[in-house]
């Protein structure tokens, strides 16, 4: 026999001998990678269940506070109309003992149906003298007008938001160049 195939023979004996623990070894890390992997889902599944709670806890808090949408946008029309006959009232009328009243009243509607958004949190947007701003202003027509171009000038109709969102653009006139 030769040097090499006594070194040979002394490796594998020396391998074979060594098997089992490596073999342990070998089952002991992929238990470990397995532990560790099963950590990572195990983590990315709570953060998954948080992130939904959280967004389920914002749709239910929008949801609360921007249910009256569709009624805030009917009763705009109801606003509108109270400011129309309010404004169609001559001054005569508003003098005269027999219709002084029925003024007053009208006055009082208008005031508590605004106390009434304002408690919802339903706010008219400011328009005249304001730049144009298309998200929440739209542009009707363009007037002849010394303000800067842009500006609005006549507001057609009243617009509104709702807490943070546009509930009716402002229908405005807006101030030409030139």
């Not at 004996?13 to 560790?36: F, G, N, Q, S």
Request: glycine share 6%.
């Amino acid at each position: 026999m030769t040097d090499e195939t006594t070194a040979s023979e002394d490796l594998r004996e020396e391998t074979a001998a060594k098997a089992p623990e490596l073999a342990e070894h070998d089952a002991a890390e992929e238990l470990r990678a397995e532990v560790e992997d099963l950590r990572k889902q195990l983590l990315y599944a709570q953060a998954e269940t948080q992130n939904v709670r959280r967004r389920m806890e914002k749709d239910a808090a929008d949801a609360r506070a921007y249910a009256a949408t569709g009624f805030a946008r009917d009763i705009l029309s109801v606003a509108d109309n109270l400011a129309r006959a309010l404004a169609a009232i001559p001054a005569a009328m508003r003098e005269d003992e027999g219709t002084k009243s029925l003024v007053a009243g009208i006055e009082m509607t208008v005031r508590e149906l605004d106390n009434v958004f304002q408690r919802n949190g339903i706010a008219k947007i400011e328009s005249v003298g304001q730049k144009l701003d298309p998200n929440r202003h739209q542009a009707m027509v363009e007037l002849p007008s010394d303000a800067e171009p842009g500006t609005i000038v006549q507001e057609m109709q009243a617009g509104y938001m709702i807490k943070d969102r546009l509930l009716r653009p402002a229908l405005v006139g807006v101030a030409k160049a030139g």
